[in-house]
């Protein structure tokens, strides 16, 4: 059992407070909320700030110095563990997100940081990653909504679109192999409760040994509580192939 230890740098956690001062939640307020967006930024700003503050430092434990780190769908709840990596790990970290105009924001914030955002698929990230970011995409109600309504145990068993559904889980299972396909091993994957099935299920397919932490943190913008799990192996190597092209962001 590990339990965070680390503290980040003061200066670190300045910076963060900068960057979190620089967003311009104006334009963030549509991207994250069909009404109301301003007064969720409002309310939701504190939180995420303080709660992504603990998720960098539980991370600062279980990283090491100078490795690579691939986020998958990385948005506002992301800029404390990243911040953290470059600054406090001297990581090399790579972001996606397919919300064109939300990384526009992230990257008019980060621009003195050593820190950028991409537009794009995370699957088209070259190299490998001792450690990959993927929390609330896999149920993310934009990209996959039957998948999410079933998720979230919102789906109404009356009007569920099975066809639909089952061409958001062969999605999803492809986007999961596209990206833990460059997970270097011993491996670290943060995700949320709600993905771990879609985590252990792709190590079960690759006979990959794997551990969940026992420790939870809470999350302010989804919602969807964190947690990390380890991945140390596969008994036999990489067999599924690419199914489907890589998804575009949008505009
Ligand atoms: C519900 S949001 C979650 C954002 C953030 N992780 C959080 O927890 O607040 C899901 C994000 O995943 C992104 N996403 C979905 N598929 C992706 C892919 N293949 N590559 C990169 N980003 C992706 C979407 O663009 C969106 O920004």
């Known amino acids: 059992m590990r339990r965070t230890r680390s503290r980040l740098r003061t200066e670190t956690r300045q910076l963060m407070q900068q960057i979190f001062t620089k967003l311009d939640y104006r334009a963030l307020a549509p991207i994250y909320c069909d009404e109301g967006g301003e007064a969720f930024w409002e309310d939701r700003r504190g939180p995420c700030e303080r ?17 690579r780190s691939l986020y ?26 397919l919300r064109a105009q939300e990384v526009a924001i992230l990257n008019a914030a980060c621009h003195d940081l050593p820190l950028s955002f991409r537009a794009a698929d995370a699957r088209s990230a070259p190299g ?15 990209c996959f909504p039957m998948l999410s309504a079933l998720s979230y145990g919102r789906a109404n068993p009356v009007t569920f679109d099975v066809e639909a559904f089952s061409q958001e889980r062969t999605m999803v299972f492809d986007l999961v192999a596209g990206c833990l396909q460059k997970l270097s091993c011993p491996g670290l994957i943060t995700t949320s409760i709600e993905e771990i099935p879609w985590i252990t299920d792709w190590c079960d397919r ?25 991945i140390h192996g596969s008994a036999r190597p990489e067999t599924e192939p690419a199914r489907r092209a890589p998804i575009r962001a949008s505009s």
């Not at 490998?128 to 934009?142: Q, R």
């Not at 989804?222 to 990390?228: A, K, N, S, Y």
């Open 128 to 142: 490998t990653f001792d450690h990959i970011w993927l929390v609330s995409v896999l149920n993310d109600p934009e």
């Open 72 to 97: 998958v769908g990385a948005g506002v709840a992301e800029l404390p563990p990243l911040i953290m990596e470059v600054l406090d790990r001297q990581r090399e970290v790579m972001a996606f997100n």
């Open 51 to 67: 709660l992504g503050l603990a998720i960098a430092a539980a991370l600062k434990d279980r990283l090491s110095s100078r490795g």
């Open 206 to 230: 690759h006979a990959a040994a794997y551990v969940i932490d026992d420790a939870i943190y809470p999350t302010a913008l989804v919602g969807d509580p964190l947690c990390f799990v380890w």
